[in-house]
């Protein structure tokens, strides 16, 4: 999406995080690993396979030593015995995968009920040795194989007809590969859910959509692995590939670089957070948009805010995220959004079900020129689920930041009078913050710089509602980047962050 410059940003005091560990559902299909390649890569991936019966040859009797599960594959009939070959031999696999993209004449060329008729001798080596087994891994493809009048370019058409040609037939998961670019990942899943049974997305990258460069493939991963890895239906995944074309090179999907290293698209593979289901959000304090609980229709990509890692979009009327939050007190909290967008959208926020405001946004110009805006939301104490929904679609979402108001204080605009002050260091900024009402003690209002120091003090005295203007002309320390604002009180506080662009 288009990018912007973004002058003012107010955010509340928080701190990013990236990929926490490793999950369990992420994997490479790749079929050449080295122990160096698999020394790093083993720091953010779970499993691999490499479309074979046994192990890559460079590391095939020290896997183990990693920490990454080897899912063997029969590709196709011919393949069931050299799988028997090795789980008799190795205790550490607890899954087989079924034949691949059958539906393709130039893969395993299987119709329905050949694959029907191969199955049971697969099956009989899980039943033996206590595996689970994922179904063949379908696609939509182009020369497909055709059977009863049928030519099975619908991958869902193939798995129909093989599950009626099979009856008897064991498949605890189900198995897809995808190539389409943008948020298509979604509605493909979705399809898939008639099922009933655990997805794994076996392969997938941005290769059939137009226009795909180095941005666009990593934008795609970013946006496709946070949702598979949400996704309560989806057990695995696994990106193509580990080295292909290369990395410099269409459709830019190789993961690992030279021997043991990464490359960029690979170490961003290995960043995006793993979900938490049991994660629950502190408030006050901020949500990051893309780390939702549950979501319907939404979509997320790579944020080129000034903060944050990836942001919320594709939005469309309808739509929903849902988060766990644990409020620490009961009162009005300001809930400050981080939104853009080329048109006015609106969301409403709800708690527990129960609608407690809206957030309107504006046109900002342009996807990623971003913008805030505060509203006032009552909260109770206690666990809660925050849910947003969608009223008026046309905006992104970065994050979320809820603080405690001050006792007797409003905030109602906190802003830049004069953004077009550089260079740096920057001289002669001025931004004003307006309270209303009546406030029973004086406030501190300070600009603390990242290391603690502090740039600006000043105290106000109690009373009734004003505006201060804040006027940086004559301090020598300020410079471009992101400062600490602080304003206390006896009876409460507010932090914030503000950052001089």
Known sequence: MKTGTLLFLLLLTSSLTFSQGKSYKRGVAYGYHSAADMNTASAGISWWYNWAAQPD????????????????????????????????QDNKVKYLLGFNEPN?????????????????????????????????????????????GITYTN?????????????????????????GGGNSMTGYIDDARKYGK??????????????????????????????LERDPDVFRYSWFIGRGPGATTYP???????????????????????????????????IEAEEYYRQNGVFSELTSDVDGFMNIGYTEAGDWLKYKI?????????????????AAGKFDVYVDDVKQGSVSTTNTSGWQTWA???????????????????????????????????TGIAETNLKQLDASVYPNPVSGNKFKITFNGN???????????????????????????????????????????????????????????IAFL
């Open 57 to 88: 040859a460079g590391i095939r009797t020290t896997y183990s030593d990693y920490g990454v599960d080897f899912v063997p594959q029969a590709w196709n009939a011919a393949g069931i015995s050299g799988v028997n070959s090795w789980v008799s």
């Open 104 to 148: 393709f004449v130039s893969q395993a060329n299987m119709t329905p009920s050949q694959a029907a008729a191969a199955w049971p001798q697969l099956q009989a080596i899980a039943d033996q040795y206590g595996l689970k087994l994922v179904s063949p891994a379908v696609n939509y493809c182009g020369n497909c194989v055709s059977e009863n």
């Open 155 to 179: 991958p869902f058409k193939w798995l129909d007809d093989f599950f009626a040609a099979c009856p008897g037939c064991r498949v605890d998961y189900i198995a897809l590969h995808w190539y």
């Open 198 to 227: 655990p997805i794994w997305v076996t392969e997938f990258a941005d290769w059939d959509a137009t226009g795909v460069t180095p941005e666009v493939q990593k934008n795609y991963l970013a946006g496709t692995t946070n949702f």
């Open 252 to 286: 830019y999907i190789d993961l690992y670089g030279a021997d043991g290293t990464m490359t960029e698209l690979g170490q961003l593979y290995l960043d995006i957070p793993v979900y938490d289901s049991t994660k629950v959000y502190q408030i006050p304090g901020r």
């Open 326 to 342: 644990v409020v620490s007190s009961s009162g009005v909290y300001n809930l400050t959004s981080r939104y853009a967008g080329t």
């Open 372 to 406: 805030s805006t505060i509203t006032s939301v009552n909260l109770q104490a206690g666990e809660h689920i925050l849910k947003l929904l969608v009223v008026t679609k046309g905006f992104n979402l970065n994050w979320l930041d809820f603080s405690e108001s001050l």
């Open 439 to 497: 406030f029973p003690d004086d406030i501190t209002i300070q600009l603390i710089d990242l290391s603690g120091k502090i740039i600006y003090s000043d105290k106000i005295d109690k009373g009734s509602g004003k505006e201060i203007e804040i006027d940086l002309k004559n301090t020598d320390n300020i410079r471009k980047g992101i400062y600490n604002l602080s304003i206390r009180s006896k009876v409460g506080y507010m932090n914030r962050k």
